[in-house]
């Protein structure tokens, strides 16, 4: 028999709020977090525009001598852990150690020590780099060092799908509490890929929107759209078996029900013309939950402002849901967030699950332009009171990676 699994904290540090009120309060007002890069001079650069987490500290979170050794990537990870971790009401004991997993996810991984020490090493001798380089860069010590401080002694797996990487971690870390492996765990993603080898890489790419108009940037589904802006940040869940949840007295934010995950094997970069992966995807997910397609009121798309992604994205999403794709809501919050890679489907998760608690619906801002391959309701630049039964997040990733995951209302 497989167990009801449900959300019962959140974390979040992203270009809209360092925490999850400050967040969600940004996705409600439609705040825009993308900004000129701080980060590293770009004066000479051709994108000069990204979604950096802003004011961030770890005064009484982090040990300064381990924050100083830490990769951005961890840091971010370890204050959305912190977060979550507090907000599910955990202490040392509440739970079996040995059940509680870790899966975080990242794309890239600890790309701001890669960078950092690539350049030391080429520059100056190889000799004089850190010795924490290798344990800094490796994706797994992102959800090690989280298992660390929290004694997580159950599994602890890191998913590199790309930019579907956290949303698949959420979705496995449901699947082994479903399923019996574990009885609670952390779920998610973060990224830190501002930097000079980040935004360059993706820039050569021609991934990128090059207008460095901070307003008029990332615009999914927008006739103008042009490229991604790129982010950073985590977002990380924590899931529990609900019986367990209910015995401790854990305030419980949403029932997650399914999961789906499919590969387009098209191409290295680009979607599926047909939306057939996508599609399937969807449907996966929903036949694992169990639930009817009109019974979606909010979709979180992976809508990245990218011409392709969003008109195919687009098109999947009507094969699924046919005619009742025009009574549900889609808000692209990466118009706020920006694309933080491997992170985003932790952020946009949380603030999924934040919209079926609140039966509010977020809005895509700054869009001005239809385009008749986009011709859905994307809940254009202000959010929406409406009742939020069901709700699915979407991710794509490079390869032709697709995640879905499916949160509905709980009801005891």
Not at 312 to 326: P, Q, S
């Amino acid at each position: 028999m497989k167990r009801r699994v449900v959300v019962t904290g959140l974390g979040a540090v992203t270009p809209i709020g360092n925490n999850v009120a400050e967040t969600w309060e940004s996705v409600v007002k439609g705040r825009n977090g993308i900004d000129q890069i701080t980060l590293y001079d770009v004066s000479e650069l051709k994108v000069k525009i990204a979604a950096e987490v802003k004011n961030l500290s770890t005064e009484g979170l982090i040990d300064p001598k381990e924050a100083r050794r830490m990769d951005r990537s961890m840091i971010l990870a370890m204050l959305a852990a912190i977060e979550a971790y507090e907000d599910a009401n955990l202490s040392e004991g509440a739970v079996d150690n040995n059940r509680f997993g870790t899966f975080i996810g990242s794309g890239i991984g600890g790309l701001d020590t890669i960078n950092d020490e690539s350049r030391k090493a080429y520059e100056k001798n190889p000799d004089r780099m850190s010795p924490f380089f290798i344990p800094n860069s490796i994706i797994n010590l992102i959800g090690g060092n989280i298992a660390i401080r929290f004694q997580a002694k159950g599994p602890c797996l890191p998913i590199v799908t790309a930019c579907s990487s956290a949303t698949n971690s959420i979705g496995e870390a449901f699947r082994y509490i479903r399923d019996g492996y574990c009885d609670i765990a952390f779920a998610g993603g973060s990224e830190a890929p501002i930097n000079a080898l980040g935004v360059s890489g993706f820039t050569v790419m021609r991934a990128l929107n090059f207008s460095n108009d901070k307003d008029n940037a990332s615009i999914p589904f927008d006739k103008r759209r042009s490229g991604f802006v790129i982010g950073e940040g985590a977002g990380i869940l924590i899931l529990e078996e609900y019986e367990q949840a209910k015995k401790r007295g854990a305030k419980i934010y949403a029932e997650m029900v399914g999961y789906g995950t499919t590969c387009d094997a098209f191409h290295i970069t680009a979607p599926d013309e047909t939306a057939s992966g996508i599609s399937r995807c969807i449907e996966l997910a929903l036949s694992d939950g169990n639930v009817d397609p009109n019974e979606v009121d909010y979709i979180n798309p992976h809508g990245t402002s990218t011409p392709l992604n969003d008109k195919y994205e687009t098109l999947g999403i009507k094969k699924v849901f046919k005619e009742h794709a025009k009574n549900i809501n889609i808000g692209a919050t990466k118009s706020m967030h920006g694309h933080s890679l491997g992170a985003v489907g932790g952020i946009e998760a949380v603030i999924t699950v934040k919209a079926v608690l609140e039966d509010i619906a977020p809005p895509t801002i700054n869009y001005k332009e239809e385009d008749p391959d986009c011709d859905l309701n994307y809940t254009p630049n202000h959010a929406v009171k409406r009742p939020i039964r069901v709700a699915v997040s979407n991710s794509v990733g490079f390869g032709g990676q697709n995640a879905t995951i499916v949160f509905k209302k709980f009801v005891e």
